[in-house]
């Protein structure tokens, strides 16, 4: 059973536009929600970390919101660039922190110019 | 400062050889572990380290073997490779402290394929 599940599962955007990714989650309890940014060929980078007390944190252009109530998260994307096509992986961190992180599967998002 | 670094980046090998991953990382993580991601799926976790001298199973061992002899270095040992284990291998590291947020820092991967 996934403990994490994003959508949408893709999308295409025009470069300039905004965006909106969304991540559920049923880890509990909690501790601290990441989303990444996985580009083609690469590991994973982190963008951004979030305890249960944060209800958003950005980095640039990268907006990340936390309802830890309702067990949900978002990453927004302003003003979409050509770099911006990549995998963002939503995880979620339980009482045993790294040793057993919950993945999702990931937002794809290709950026048409 | 490399970070995580990973070798080989590809690897083919026939059903039944073995063979090492290499992962060291320059930053003094105490916290090291070894993913695989494939298609559709999640990272898994398949062994992770708090330390040299410590390590342990995570969601997917099966297959193989890891030991942390220093604190840079956590290579990854398919003991007889099987198709099943075609796969994109990730090592990443972070500190190590309860209480804390710790980011994994990922390297780039060795994607392997087993024939």
């Known amino acids: 059973k996934n403990q994490v599940e994003q959508s949408p599962q893709s999308l295409i955007i025009l470069e300039g536009k905004n965006c909106t990714l969304q991540?559920?989650?049923?880890?509990?309890?909690?501790?601290?929600l990441r989303w990444y940014k996985q580009d083609t060929g690469r590991g994973p980078v982190s963008l951004t970390i979030m305890t249960f007390s944060e209800n958003t944190k950005s980095n640039g252009r990268y907006t990340a919101t936390l309802d830890a109530d309702t067990k949900q998260s978002s990453l927004h994307i302003t003003a979409s660039q050509l770099s911006d096509s990549a995998s963002y992986i939503c995880?979620?961190?339980?009482?045993?922190?790294?040793?057993?992180?919950?993945f999702g599967k990931g937002n794809q998002v290709v950026v048409i110019p | 400062n490399a970070g995580v670094t990973q070798t080989p980046k590809f690897q083919v090998l026939k059903t039944g050889q073995s063979m090492t991953l290499q992962c060291a990382q320059d930053m003094n993580h105490e916290y090291m572990s070894w993913y695989r991601q494939d298609p559709g799926m999640g990272l898994r976790l398949i062994h992770y380290s708090v330390g040299a001298g410590i390590t342990d199973q995570g969601e997917v061992p099966n297959g193989y073997n890891v030991s942390r002899s220093t604190t840079e270095d956590f290579p990854l040992r398919l003991l007889s490779a099987a198709p099943s284990q075609t796969s994109v291998y990730f090592c990443a590291s972070s500190y190590y402290k309860t209480g804390t947020n710790s980011p994994l820092h990922f390297g780039n991967g060795t994607r392997l394929t087993v024939t």
């Open positions: 991540c559920n989650y049923t880890v509990s309890p909690f501790s601290n």
């Open positions: 995880v979620v961190s339980g009482i045993y922190g790294n040793n057993r992180l919950a």
